[in-house]
């Protein structure tokens, strides 16, 4: 079993360039988060899923943004990369119950 | 404003000692989980504590969920080398339009040296 996978691994970006962040699972899981990872600050959440077709928005959505045409894939879109977007990216499923997360290896990301 | 603070932030520690990481929060929340994060990877779930009271086990890892659902802590008995890591605790809570929603605490970064 696949689980969550996620793409690329690690990406480097200048400043005012766009990107998207793949992450799909097979598990069939209609929950569907992605995460930002900063030294010191656990995960926020930037936006999340309960379903195909429906997303809302995190703790931190600024400079993102999310799409769920399928109940496997949940892309995340960076516009106009900014330095402050530089951070490991994690893309994460749920089943409705019970209510164990699994987490994607992460991407790396670097905006200089 | 973190809504779950975990405490603390670092631990270093000598093979063998016991330890005990807490996190608290002022909210209550239907479920807490406790992750464990390797460098270079995703976190990986320990357990899921749903119930006031709750205990469980997993080997020489205790967690506990306080009485009010507000705060939990994760007690490492004779702690080694294996257990390095990244501790994470993360909170569910059904209110409003977040259900589904989990918010984690920053984490305890554990060393145990050999």
């Known amino acids: 079993n696949a689980g969550v996978t996620q793409t690329p691994k690690f990406r480097i970006l200048k400043i005012g360039q766009s990107m998207t962040l793949q992450c799909t699972q097979d598990m069939n899981h209609n929950y569907m988060y992605w995460y930002r990872q900063d030294p010191g600050m656990g995960l926020k959440l930037i936006y999340y899923?309960?379903?195909?077709?429906?997303?809302d928005k995190g703790e931190v959505p600024n400079g993102y943004n999310v799409s769920r045409s399928t109940t496997e894939d949940f892309p995340l879109r960076l516009e106009l990369a900014a330095p402050s977007q530089t951070s490991v990216y994690f893309c994460?499923?749920?089943?409705?119950?019970?209510?164990?997360?699994?987490f994607g290896p992460g991407t790396r990301l670097t905006v200089t | 404003t973190q809504l779950l603070e975990q405490s603390p932030q670092f631990l270093s520690i000598q093979e063998g000692e016991n330890l005990t990481v807490y996190c608290n929060s002022s909210?209550?929340?239907?479920?807490l989980q406790w992750y464990r994060q390797e460098p270079g990877e995703g976190p990986v779930l320990l357990v899921t504590v749903v119930t006031g009271g709750e205990v469980k086990k997993l080997k020489r890892l205790t967690f506990q969920f306080g009485d009010a659902r507000k705060d939990s802590s994760l007690h490492i008995t004779a702690a080694q080398p294996g257990d390095t890591g990244l501790y994470l605790c993360?909170?569910?809570?059904?209110?409003?339009?977040?259900?589904?929603?989990?918010?984690f605490g920053r984490g305890t970064q554990l060393t145990v040296w050999p």
């Open positions: 909210s209550v929340f239907s479920s």
């Open positions: 994460a499923s749920r089943q409705d119950s019970p209510y164990e997360q699994y």
């Open positions: 993360a909170g569910e809570t059904h209110r409003g339009s977040t259900l589904g929603r989990l918010y």
């Open positions: 899923s309960v379903g195909a077709g429906i997303t």
